[in-house]
């Protein structure tokens, strides 16, 4: 179960604006701002991480849950992630008029991952 997975995350932050201290903030109304030194998009830049090969090794069967009105990951980032997923057994569900925190829905969440992982003949 992938839950509003922060598909192109490095690339979407590291373009933000900087703070009088170079630090990049980033606010939402789940955390409020959070301050974020440069050095961290520097550092995570050399790794090249890419959300092709991640998507495109995901073999296990995956539920990806997101809500339209995400204002931390966009919907489209996520919707791409979710179309790159190679699992034979794959389901996206976009909850209208949901942001990031997802509390509302919570039990419909826990009962369309049961319903998915008996379809997809998963176990616990």
Same mark, same amino acid.
């Given at each position: ?28 109304? #789940? ?9 961290? #998009? ?5 790794? /090249? ?57 919570? /039990? ?7 319903? #998915? ?8």
């Amino acid at each position: 179960l992938l839950i509003a997975p922060a598909a192109q995350a490095i690339q979407r932050w590291s373009t933000r604006p900087r703070n009088d201290q170079g630090e990049h903030v980033l606010s939402s109304t #789940f955390v409020g701002d959070i301050h974020i030194g440069a050095c961290m #998009f520097e550092d995570a830049a050399q790794f /090249k991480w890419n959300d092709g090969d991640l998507a495109g090794n995901l073999t296990t069967p995956t539920l990806v849950v997101h809500g339209s009105c995400d204002d931390v990951v966009p919907v489209d980032a996520s919707k791409a992630f979710y179309d790159l997923i190679a699992a034979q057994h794959k389901k996206w569900i976009c909850i209208p008029g949901e942001g990031h925190r997802l509390n509302e829905p919570i /039990k419909d969440i826990i009962s369309w991952m049961h319903d #998915f992982m008996d379809k997809a003949g998963v176990t616990l």
